[in-house]
Nanobody, 121 residues
Framework: QVQLVESGGGLVQAGGSLRLSCAAS????????MGWFRQAPGKEREFVGC????????RYADSVKGRFTISRDNAKNTVYLQMNSLNPEDTAIYYC??????????????WGQGTQVTVSS
């Protein structure tokens, strides 16, 4: 019974930046591995990045590595995705995800509703 609400999406020009936020309900946020996924029109949902419970471990998809940064603030029950050097290929609906235990790339326990990110040429 964890609810995730994304925000921060919008329209940005190529080369610009955007910061997404995901606010989680409940008091057990710090026990969840968190991650971001995205889905572009006509494409499969893909992994973007994830962060461990204490924030000490972070992983990214090759397509965003070096441009995106995931972070979390357990005191605020929030995970962030800082996106820099955006290009039109980053256009997608971005979803926040939570996983109690194990790899978030294998199974996601909770999904947010998503927030649209559109990058213009």
């Amino acid at each position: 019974q964890v609810q995730l609400v994304e925000s921060g999406g919008g329209l940005v020009q190529a080369g610009g930046s955007l910061r997404l936020s995901c606010a989680a309900s409940g008091q057990t946020f710090s026990k969840y591995n968190m991650g971001w996924f995205r889905q572009a029109p006509g494409k499969e949902r893909e992994f973007v990045g994830c962060i461990s419970r204490d924030g000490s471990r972070v992983r990214y998809a090759d397509s965003v590595k070096g441009r995106f940064t995931i972070s979390r603030d357990n005191a605020k029950n929030t995970v962030y995705l800082q996106m820099n050097s955006l290009n039109p290929e980053d256009t997608a609906i971005y979803y926040c995800a939570a996983k109690w235990m194990g790899s978030i790339t294998i199974k996601v326990d909770y999904w947010g509703q998503g927030t649209q990110v559109t990058v213009s040429s």
